[in-house]
């Protein structure tokens, strides 16, 4: 990965860790992601997405335009903070609480940052800036997760009760002794050390928030204004789970047009525009040089939209990722997660969320565009990947049972 510096506390977040750092971290934490383990965390995810349910349907009951990003941003807040740190907000109701405001303060990255544009065009004046100890991130949001992080696993190490499965009962799981399981009588631990449970908490809850909550504004932007799309996943909605019946994991991961709606959303709205990774030794390809050490930038964005790649890829059209046409995609066309071996590891855990909170939002609504709703949309030329101004829609209850 590419590293700007100045990533104050979180230089050893697995975003930011290299080599053999990286691979320590990447195996302590891949186990966490394990389908055992995702299946486990489904039932905390449920309880967030029953509450978003709940809270959407006071806008549909007086039909009222729903505000769809505040609603899904307050979810998915709700859903990292609690599969990470086990700490349950209602974050809707309560935006006043200290991890609400400490994880927006976070989350107010500016590319216009004087910080970010210095190190970005002057990369010399990164490790001056970082032994005068400025960061990108807010000391006092770092301080603040620092002590609570450290307030929750001691209360752990007190209560041998562990009744939570979060990430951070997982990360601190791998702090016990390991040092006769290696084998090799070193003496060392592959675990995790406090401050790197920090970051990896703090990265997973950076990475999860936007990216899975702009994931599902722009996928009901365009399940509202694809009409015959909304009518299609309603019926697969209604016949796996019918008359509103509870969502169980196993029918949900194989729901097949859901994901063919959710992979067309990716493509044509990845959360990061663009990807970055450092070349690790000098190659050619196709009689291009690139030195060891070069920034290599893939723009996601402009690929995914490849008019040699892609037929209309300007049109949302979810059955290029059926089973009869996704084999003939070419795997690096496509990358929503990045690719290789730093991939995104929190993929299935944000595709898991994503398909519960849209599935039982469209077993009780529809939804439609309104006088508010902006057609074509215009994105935000800066940051990740989010809509200029909010999107706007209408959710009208359904009926009981099949419609």
Known sequence: MGDF????????????AEDEDW???????????????????????????????????????????????????????????????????????NPKDPFVTNIKKMLKFDLLNPLFLIVAFFPFMAP?????????????????????????????????????????????????????????????????????????????????????????????????TNPDTLKILHDEIDEVFPDKAEVQYEALMQMEYLDCVINETLRLYPPAARLERVC??????????IPKGIVVMVPTYALHRDPELWTEPENFKPERFNKENKDTIDPYSYMPFGMGPR?????????????????????????TTCAETEIPL??????????????KLQLVPRPLGRS
Not at 5 to 15: A, C, V
Not at 203 to 216: D, L, Q, V
Not at 349 to 362: M, N, R
Request: charged content about 20%.
């Open 5 to 16: 510096g100045l990533n104050g506390p979180m230089y050893d977040s697995l975003f930011n």
């Open 23 to 93: 691979k320590r971290i990447r195996s302590v934490l891949s186990p966490s992601f394990t389908s055992g383990r995702l299946k486990e965390m489904f039932g905390i995810i449920k309880t967030h997405s029953r509450n978003l349910v709940n809270s959407m349907k006071k806008d549909a009951d007086l039909a009222k335009a729903s505000d769809t990003k505040e609603y899904f941003g307050a979810y998915s807040m709700d859903v990292v903070t609690s599969t990470s740190f086990s700490v349950d907000i209602d974050s809707l109701n």
């Open 128 to 224: 001056i800036l970082d032994k005068m100890n400025f960061a990108l991130f807010p000391i006092s949001v770092t301080d603040f997760f620092y002590a609570a992080l450290q307030t929750i696993k001691a209360e752990r190490v007190t209560n041998s009760r562990k009744n939570r499965v979060d990430f951070l009962q997982l990360m601190v799981d791998s702090q016990a002794p390991q040092k006769e399981e290696n084998g090799n009588g070193d003496g060392t631990n592959k675990g995790l050390n406090d401050h790197e449970i920090l970051s990896q908490a703090m990265i997973f809850i950076f990475a999860g928030y936007e990216t899975s909550s702009a994931t599902m504004n722009f996928l009901f932007y365009l399940l509202a």
């Open 280 to 289: 690790k030794k000098t190659v050619e390809i196709s009689g291009v040089i």
């Open 343 to 367: 991939n995104c590891i929190g993929m299935r855990f944000a595709l898991i969320s994503i398909k519960l909170a849209i599935v039982e939002l469209l077993q009780r609504f529809t939804i």
């Open 378 to 391: 215009e994105l935000d030329s800066l940051g990740l990947m989010a809509p200029k101004r909010p999107i």
